[in-house]
T-cell receptor
Framework: GAVVSQHPSRVICKSGTSVKIECRSL??????MFWYRQFPKKSLMLMAT?????????EQGVEKDKFLINHASLTLSTLTVTSAHPEDSSFYIC??????????????FGPGTRLTVL | QKEVEQNSGPLSVPEGAIASLNCTYS??????FFWYRQYSGKSPELIMF????GDKEDGRFTAQLNKASQYVSLLIRDSQPSDSATYLC???????????FGQGTRLTINP
């Protein structure tokens, strides 16, 4: 149980294009999803928290107009990196939590998406 | 002061020995504590969580929590080369949605 998928696993794009990353909870309803980015040999950096049906809450310093997050259903959240630049190249990871794990707080991570912007 | 602190390592342990990973946190109101394992190039996977003082065992893994000292640890018994990874400590505050992660400890098990 508690499987989270991400698509695509790897993407290479040209500078200035937009990239959409999907995060799906496969066997549970994800009331809350989280988006992280991670640079090589660094820890996870939380970008935003999204609750199903409401606007995402962004962490300080994260541009909400650049990183668009949509959590339209209990099994799907998307992150769109708009007008991507080389400095946006990173490992993007989503995680999800259901109502059962809400009290304890455990999060289940997707496999991640490696974005390279040329 | 960082909210969640871990020794970044690398920590080298011989195969078959006990690996001990430590984590301290600053928020006294923290409720739940998690250990994640992350292999190079992969995403984190949950090993176990603990929220009561004392020990919690799951197979070769034991989590230990001491809220008075604001300290949580993970012991890995009979360490295997496949345990070589970065171990992330994460803490959830009271009423918080998000987890606060430490910087991770890189563990290497030497055959």
């Amino acid at each position: 149980g508690a499987v989270v998928s991400q698509h695509p696993s790897r993407v290479i794009c040209k500078s200035g294009t937009s990239v959409k990353i999907e995060c799906r909870s496969l066997d549970f309803q994800a009331t809350t999803m989280f988006w992280y980015r991670q640079f090589p040999k660094k820890s996870l950096m939380l970008m935003a928290t999204s609750n199903e049906g409401s606007k995402a809450t962004y962490e300080q310093g994260v541009e909400k107009d650049k990183f668009l997050i949509n959590h339209a259903s209990l099994t799907l959240s998307t992150l769109t990196v708009t007008s991507a630049h080389p400095e946006d190249s990173s490992f993007y990871i989503c995680s999800a939590r259901d109502q059962v794990s809400r009290a304890v707080g455990e999060q289940f991570f997707g496999p991640g998406t490696r974005l390279t912007v040329l | 002061q960082k909210e969640v602190e871990q020794n970044s390592g690398p920590l080298s342990v011989p195969e078959g020995a006990i690996a001990s990973l430590n984590c301290t946190y600053s928020d006294r109101g923290s409720q739940s504590f998690f250990w994640y394992r992350q292999y190079s190039g992969k995403s984190p996977e949950l090993i176990m969580f603990i929220y009561s003082n004392g020990d919690k065992e799951d197979g070769r893994f034991t989590a230990q929590l001491n809220k008075a000292s604001q300290y949580v640890s993970l012991l890995i018994r009979d360490s295997q080369p496949s345990d070589s990874a970065t171990y992330l400590c994460a803490v959830k505050g009271e009423g918080a949605q998000k987890l606060v992660f430490g910087q991770g400890t890189r563990l290497t098990i030497n055959p």
